[in-house]
């Protein structure tokens, strides 16, 4: 999972890269529209960040319910050294997806307050930040 999420997280790694690219040069500034672009990529970091999200609390869904029947079964059987090696290695899983909520919560904030920064040089060039 957490390649997978290193790879989802790639719009907001490249952030600053999308928004050098969106506020076009003077020689630019006619022919690519930078409101659209930026309504553009705010859309594609949305969905990221939905899906991520849908996705790190889908596994945490998932794994709780596993240690949930891992416990219960241990209740069952407290000599079982397997199913607490399993118990453990569940939790540790559980664990990191958990962990990994807060990682996404960094990620995103990060990537707003860029993109925020971006809309207030675009449409207040005057403004100091």
């Known amino acids: 999972i957490q390649e997978l999420l290193r790879v989802m997280r790639t719009i907001d790694d490249r952030i600053v890269h999308e928004l050098n690219t969106t506020i076009p040069t003077a020689s630019f500034v006619g022919k690519v529209d930078p409101g659209q672009t930026c309504k553009e990529l705010y859309q594609s970091l949305m969905d990221a960040h939905t ?19 891992l416990k219960e079964e241990r209740e069952k059987a407290h000599e079982d050294v397997a199913l607490l090696k399993q118990l453990r290695k569940e939790q540790t899983k559980l664990k990191l997806m958990q962990s990994e909520l807060n990682v996404e919560e960094v990620v995103n904030d990060r990537s707003w307050k860029v993109l925020s920064h971006l809309i207030v040089m675009m449409f207040c060039p005057n403004t100091v930040l």
Do not use: D, L, P, Y
């Not at 899906?51 to 998932?62: A, G």
């Open 51 to 69: 899906n991520r999200e849908r996705i790190i609390k889908n596994c945490i869904s998932q794994t709780s319910a596993v240690v949930k029947t």
